[in-house]
């Protein structure tokens, strides 16, 4: 049981960042995988964290078109202006 419990709660965590990126106009793909570029260095600093939200203006601006997730990599991803 105690998996279960685990993968509902990851579920639901995936399912309300996809619906609050929706609800937020952005497209869904980017915000994900913006948040999994930036967030490992990042989610220590409550600061980090807030500009990881999907009202940011960081993120409406990555996040609001379409990105080349070719050349958005870990190795030239930049700073998160904060």
Known sequence: MEGSDFLARS???I??????AKANNLNVFQYLYTLLLYMPDYRQEPAG???MMPWNDFIKERCS???DTE???PENRGQIPF
């Open 65 to 67: 078109k379409v990105m």
């Open 49 to 51: 964290v807030e500009a």
């Open 15 to 20: 399912y309300s960042l996809v619906e609050t």
């Open 71 to 73: 050349t958005e990599t």
């Open 11 to 13: 579920s639901a965590i």
